[in-house]
């Protein structure tokens, strides 16, 4: 089991849908991530939360909406999807500005576009 | 343009045998240099990660060896066993908090 929990595991949605993939963490870290991967392929970064600021944004579309409440949730807001964002979306946390600390992911949430 | 390049793309050893995958960067700013094993359903889970200013971490069957001023990194696995057949990622963290992941590579150990 991951010490990043996140739900639902599974997610299949028509691309008039809005949903949101949730992303929950209690290790106390302070940085946490979305990535998009697909089959083969490395995580692609698109969003950066640090001390619950958005720090970075890979130019990823405006369908794709990244918030965190808090320090421990992380959530991903979707809208008017499209096919091709049929992927497996991980979240993962880190200790934050420190160096020497590695991510943590959780098992991710995977994607289907009707 | 890909920060940080990884071969091979797939490897097939066999059980017992070392696996060895390696990695390279460019960015000087990259502080600190993850491995991670990711299983099929599965996200990325740490294997082992290293400091640019140490050469050489064990950790069990696993070893990182690193090479400062070639700008490369090697993941070797000692003994290698038919359940570490798996993908294997190389990462390099930026002092940006932002990490960069090799592009995989697809490891089958055969028994």
């Known amino acids: 089991d991951t010490e990043v929990t996140q739900t639902p595991k599974h997610l299949v949605m028509g691309m008039t849908n809005k949903k949101s993939l949730k992303c929950e963490q209690h290790m106390g870290h302070r940085a946490m991530y979305w990535y998009k991967q697909k089959a083969k392929k490395p995580p692609e970064l698109m969003f950066v939360?640090?001390?619950?600021?958005?720090?970075i944004n890979e130019s990823v579309p405006s369908r794709f909406s990244p918030e965190c409440p808090n320090s421990s949730l992380l959530n991903l807001h979707l809208h008017a999807l499209q096919p091709e964002d049929s992927a497996l979306y991980l979240c993962?946390?880190?200790?934050?500005?420190?160096?020497?600390?590695?991510?943590?992911f959780g098992d991710g949430t995977r994607l289907s576009i009707l | 343009q890909q920060q940080v390049k990884q071969s091979p793309q797939s490897l097939i050893v066999q059980k017992g045998g070392i696996s060895i995958i390696n990695c390279a960067y460019e960015?000087?700013?990259?502080?600190?240099f993850p491995w991670y094993q990711q299983f099929p359903g599965k996200g990325p889970a740490l294997l082992i990660a290293?400091?640019?200013?140490?050469s050489e971490k064990k950790e069990g069957r696993f070893t990182i060896s690193f090479n400062k001023s070639a700008k490369q990194f090697s993941l070797h696995i000692m003994d290698s066993q038919p359940g570490d057949s798996a993908t294997y990622f190389c990462a390099a963290r930026h002092t940006g908090n932002q990490f960069y992941f090799g592009t995989g590579t697809s490891l089958t150990v055969i028994p």
């Open positions: 960015n000087t700013a990259f502080d600190y």
């Open positions: 290293i400091r640019p200013d140490v």
């Open positions: 993962a946390s880190s200790q934050g500005a420190a160096s020497n600390q590695p991510q943590h």
């Open positions: 939360y640090s001390y619950e600021k958005l720090s």
